[in-house]
């Protein structure tokens, strides 16, 4: 099992900024793809970025240029930097460690944009 703990959500003007952070603890694996998805209410939960163990990175086209994922493999760690950001950013993001056969999910960081 992995366990995934977020932190860094919280409530910010549009145009602002914020950090996600997210640590994983228990049967990792340096060859795991850490990601942040997000779900906004009555919507489904779709992918925000993500970093392979290799160092491939992969946004969605609507945080292209805004946010900046990175990570720490010996600290199995992983962050979203998140800039100008939109009320359309609105939303719960979740953490995601995932290898080949276990897919994992932390609780859930809530992101709110105000306008």
């Known amino acids: 099992q992995v366990q995934l703990v977020e932190s860094g959500g919280g409530l910010v003007q549009a145009g602002g900024s914020l950090r996600l952070s997210c640590a994983a603890s228990?049967?990792?694996?340096?060859?795991?793809?850490m990601g942040w998805y997000r779900q906004a209410p009555g919507t489904q939960r779709d992918l925000v970025a993500f970093?392979?163990?290799?160092?491939?990175?992969n946004y969605a086209d609507s945080v292209k240029g805004r946010f900046t994922i990175s990570r720490d493999i010996a600290k199995n760690t992983v962050t979203l930097q998140m800039n100008s950001l939109k009320p359309e950013d609105t939303a719960v993001y979740y953490c995601?460690?995932?290898?080949?056969?276990?897919?994992?999910w932390g609780q859930g960081t809530q992101v709110t944009v105000s306008s």
């Open positions: 228990g049967s990792t694996s340096s060859f795991a793809t």
């Open positions: 995601n460690y995932r290898l080949p056969l276990r897919n994992y």
């Open positions: 970093i392979t163990s290799g160092g491939s990175i």
